[in-house]
């Protein structure tokens, strides 16, 4: 259980929140970060050694779970595990900013490879590729018009009001797309169809 500011919250059970914040369920973010944000900002603090930076950080982690919520799997790991391999590499992307910063005030090379690295090891790197190929299966078998909206989105980088934009629809249109998509892929990672993928996780 985790403690946010002197308030504690139980856990969610990971598969019922994950469906909800794809959904887009604003409560269910409030559940998550009431039961996780203080975990969140002290694996960042350790790395950071800032607490400004370490709630930067935890808003960085919170805003990617509720844009990105399909990309946690809770088949393949908890929720409280997840968040906190996300701050961690969040945490240590900062601090190599901070040190890129300060290489033109003195600070030198080793400051960069004293870092841990936050690269994925060899079996998060394996199923990493699974669920890489099978999300771009799942990609390419939604309607064209959903397709659209998440490649702008999250492979191009816009807004689901620039999106909308581009394509030339209405933001709520864009939105519902982009919604409706997300479902679709969440549903479609969280229990894959084919048998020789199930046997192989």
């Known amino acids: 259980m985790e403690s946010t ?24 973010l409030a559940e998550v970060y009431a039961a996780y ?43 409280r595990t997840w968040l906190s391999v996300l701050a961690h590499r969040r945490a240590v992307d900062w601090v190599r900013g901070e040190a890129r910063h300060r290489k033109d005030a003195g600070a030198d090379d080793s400051t960069l490879q004293a870092i841990p690295d936050a690269g994925p090891g060899p079996d998060e790197t394996v199923v990493d590729r699974e669920r890489s190929l099978l999300l771009h299966t799942a990609l390419a078998e939604l309607p064209q018009p959903q397709r659209e909206v998440v490649h702008l989105a999250y492979f191009a980088g816009r807004t689901y009001r620039q999106a909308a934009v581009e394509l030339g629809i209405p ?3 864009a939105k519902t797309r982009l919604r409706s998509a997300l479902r679709s892929l969440a549903e479609t990672l969280a229990d894959p169809p084919d048998p020789a993928l199930e046997r192989g996780a």
């Open 5 to 28: 500011g002197g308030t504690s919250a139980p856990p969610p059970a990971d598969a019922e929140v994950h469906r909800r914040l794809v959904y887009g369920d604003e409560s269910a």
């Open 171 to 173: 933001e709520g249109t």
């Open 37 to 79: 944000g203080g975990l969140v900002r002290r694996v960042a603090v350790r790395v950071t050694r800032s607490p400004a930076a370490a709630e930067d950080v935890a808003q960085e982690v919170f805003a990617h779970l509720w844009s990105r919520p399909y990309t946690f799997d809770a088949s393949r790991g908890s929720l």
